[in-house]
């Protein structure tokens, strides 16, 4: 099976909502459960990765290549 892409040439609009998220091992999340929510948050802003969970798109433009993988 192929995967075709075409690359837009810009979009516009915004995001909406995400939220973040870490892996931590089960050792871990016994020293994260000792935090207290400040720290908790603090970590998962510095460790967390930022994961977008909507968006809207307002415009886009042309399509200016086509990748096939």
Known sequence: ???ITGNYDYITGYLRYGHAE?????EEYEQ???LSEAEK???????GEIVVDDFSVDDHGEIC???VV
């Open 65 to 67: 290549e086509i990748e």
């Open 41 to 47: 948050k603090k970590w998962l802003r510095e460790n």
């Open 1 to 3: 099976m192929k995967t």
């Open 22 to 26: 870490a892996q931590i091992s089960d």
């Open 32 to 34: 994260f459960k000792e």
